[in-house]
């Protein structure tokens, strides 16, 4: 079992910027991580994702130049920085991991094991 924490969601002014962090604990290795996000009415998406190695990463056309995936393995963490944000942007972002092996990037939910609960993000215009 691998437990996701996610912080830093908040409220944001469309252009500003926020980091998203999230903790793992438990078993801790993870063939890979990501975040993903579900707006209201909406259903849940892939924002970003990266492999264990952190040489293969995926980013959703929508974020792609915007946002920055990066994993620290040493501390168990996996952070999402969101730069020049914009209202479609607001929804709650779900931290994931997943537990079986795999050797290709993950794209969609389903290729994930573990969530955390979310964090809010708001972006006001």
């Known amino acids: 079992q691998v437990q996701l924490v996610e912080s830093g969601g908040g409220l944001v002014q469309a252009g500003g910027s926020l980091r998203l962090s999230c903790a793992a604990s438990?078993?801790?290795?993870?063939?890979?991580m990501g975040w993903f996000r579900q707006a209201p009415g909406k259903e849940r998406e892939s924002v970003a994702t990266?492999?264990?190695?952190?040489?293969?990463?995926y980013y959703a056309d929508s974020v792609k130049g915007r946002f920055t995936i990066s994993r620290d393995n040493a501390k168990n963490t996996l952070d999402l920085q969101m730069n020049s944000l914009k209202p479609e942007d607001t929804a709650v972002y779900y931290c994931?991991?997943?537990?079986?092996?795999?050797?290709?990037?993950?794209?969609?939910?389903?290729?994930?094991?573990?969530w955390g609960k979310g964090t809010q993000v708001t972006v006001s215009s």
């Open positions: 990266v492999m264990w190695h952190g040489s293969m990463s």
């Open positions: 438990g078993r801790t290795f993870a063939y890979a």
């Open positions: 994931a991991a997943r537990g079986r092996s795999t050797s290709a990037v993950i794209t969609t939910s389903s290729g994930m094991d573990y």
